[in-house]
């Protein structure tokens, strides 16, 4: 059984920031691939932001130049580092992990999920 717990999260001004942490638990192969995405009151869940084994990253646009996504391979952890965060970032954002070789966007692992709220 796998478990993947998230941190972080909360109440930030505009132009704050947040860190959010996912650790992976229990029996897996190896998490080759993190995944972060979000939804808002009232929409569908989106994508954030991904990153592989080798280190690439991929982003949406919204959030280019703003957030980082990285991955802690000893450790089973991904985060993702929010700064000059805005209104429009107020979302529950869930955490995604890979377990396996070769990725065709789907996942296998879900966090509980964390709600980030952006206050004026």
């Known amino acids: 059984q796998v478990q993947v717990v998230q941190s972080g999260g909360g109440l930030v001004q505009a132009g704050g920031s947040l860190k959010l942490s996912c650790a992976a638990s229990g029996s897996f192969r190896d998490i080759t691939v993190w995944g972060w995405y979000r939804q808002a009151p009232g929409n569908e869940r989106e994508f954030v932001a991904t990153i592989m084994s080798g280190g690439s990253t991929n982003y949406a646009d919204s959030v280019k130049g703003r957030f980082t996504i990285s991955r802690d391979t000893a450790s089973n952890t991904g985060y993702l580092e929010m700064n000059n965060l805005k209104l429009e970032d107020t979302a529950v954002y869930y955490c995604?992990?890979?377990?396996?070789?070769?990725?065709?966007?789907?996942?296998?692992?879900w966090g509980q999920g964390t709600q980030v709220t952006v206050s004026s």
């Open positions: 995604a992990a890979f377990d396996g070789g070769a990725w065709y966007g789907t996942f296998d692992y």
